[in-house]
């Protein structure tokens, strides 16, 4: 007898920054968790058998399926998603002040994004740590490595072999940080933050045509919404102004970002924290043997200006590196405990904590209307991005059966009453624009 099996869509988690992942939905990821599915035989000698083991595996599997609907579940993996949210938005404003208060010190935003960058060597010796707390069955290190390396390497694995493959998403991961850094230099962090925020409508667009994505008229409008944020940022102090080339340089990066996902999409498909963990350190790896001579370049060439050891901000760059680390930690691993839109909504939220911070630490002017409604129309947009693939069908559903559910009950209480006192009552007809939708 064939089983019944679950497929779920996928669904990617538009969560934005310049080391963030798309991830997969709370229901992919309990599909994930439960593998692969032995099928019972049909044979003629182990019927019964194959009977009885079919029956078990049909009751585990609509036992787990009625927690994972469980209503108290559902909260707290929502109660987590708000928190794990509020986590991410406080990690980048805090990273993005400490960023440019070591700019004002030290003026080496590349060597600053490759000091941040080898720090990602710890991720999948966390990502490992909580496999081993979390897990049934436990895997030794490298054996949990190769299972998560699979899309890196397709043959022995060696260190030339990873870092050939990482080299394409290091190049992208520092270019896209050495962007944004610059950005910093010229424009405020609230600013940087909001047009970092339009990276989602350029995975749709890239994923649209590279990956052949479905087309959404309503994240054509959340596009259109991010361009025109983009351009009332740079109108704000005018067109003429220093303030352009930050926003320029905040494109920049935002594009470098889309870039890197969308490669990263069509590198791995389904994005797993595990995956997500491996690369981040082999960018790491990457960034600490193969970036370091562009450091030194640099130097050479007067680009870059580094003082005696001692007056380098440390504290501020390990700040910095630290809550960075902090927030690819809470993008890549919080879906394991919460939904991944609502981590994504941390982004969002790192708008204001941005500007609070700016106004109330760094003394910065207040912002200006133009300024605010630029967030505002940014914000709208990206709020259309997170709505999934499928979320009009599911309003015209939901509204469906919540009219349908209510006439029926409605009609029945009718009959019943028609019984007791002998007449046949009509049900009540539905209104024209319910109708219309059915």
């Excluded at 595990?274 to 050479?300: E, M, P, Q, R």
Aim: a neutral charge; one cysteine or more.
């Amino acid at each position: 007898m064939a089983m019944k099996k679950q497929t779920a869509k996928v669904s990617p988690s538009p969560i934005t920054g310049p080391a963030v992942f798309l991830l997969p939905t709370p229901q992919e990821h309990a599909e994930r968790q439960r593998g692969p599915q032995p099928a019972a035989e049909d044979g003629q000698d182990g019927g019964k058998g194959g009977d009885q083991a079919e029956e078990c595996v049909e009751k585990r599997e609509d036992s787990k399926s009625r927690c994972a609907r469980c209503p108290l579940r559902a909260m707290c993996r929502a109660v987590w998603g708000l928190v794990l949210g509020c986590c991410v938005a406080l990690a980048w404003a805090v990273g993005t002040h400490s960023a440019k208060q070591s700019l004002e010190q030290l003026h080496a935003p590349f060597f600053t994004i490759w000091f941040c960058s080898t720090w990602n060597l710890l991720l999948f010796p966390l990502y490992y740590l909580g496999h081993l707390l979390g897990a049934e069955q436990r895997q030794w290190p490298t054996a949990c490595f190769r299972q998560c390396s699979g899309f890196l390497v397709e043959e022995d694995m060696t260190v030339r072999v990873l870092l050939k493959g990482a080299a394409p998403f290091s190049v992208l991961w520092s270019l896209s940080g050495y962007l944004y850094l610059l950005a910093l230099c010229r424009i405020s962090a609230g600013d940087a933050s909001a047009i970092l925020c339009c990276s989602q409508g350029f995975i749709f667009l890239l994923s649209w045509i590279g990956l052949n994505d479905r087309f959404m008229g309503v994240r054509i409008v959340a596009v259109i919404l991010s361009i025109t944020g983009i351009v009332m940022m740079a109108y704000a102090d005018g067109f003429h102004s220093d303030s352009i080339t930050g926003v320029a340089l905040a494109v920049g990066s935002a594009s470098t970002t889309a870039l890197y996902k969308v490669l990263f999409r069509k590198r791995v498909g389904e994005v797993q924290p595990g995956t997500a963990s491996v690369l981040l350190s082999c960018v790491g790896l990457c960034c600490c043997v193969l970036h370091s001579w562009v450091c030194v370049i640099l130097y050479l060439t007067h680009v870059e200006y580094w003082p005696p050891i001692q007056y380098i901000p440390w504290d501020a760059l390990c700040v910095m590196a630290s809550l960075l680390l902090a927030f690819n930690v809470l993008v890549n691993l919080g879906s394991v405990l919460a939904y991944p839109s609502l981590i994504s909504l941390g982004m969002l939220l790192s708008i204001p904590a941005n500007s609070a911070v700016d106004f109330y630490v760094a003394a910065a002017p207040q912002l200006s209307q133009v300024r605010v409604a630029a967030a505002a129309i940014i914000g709208v947009g990206y709020l259309l991005l997170l709505l999934p693939g499928d979320w009009d069908d599911s309003v015209v559903h939901w509204i469906e059966g919540l009219w349908q559910g209510g006439w029926k009950e409605d009609s029945v209480v009718g009959e019943d009453g028609g019984a007791d006192g002998g007449e046949i009552a009509k049900p009540k007809p539905k209104p024209a624009g319910i109708a219309a939708l059915t």
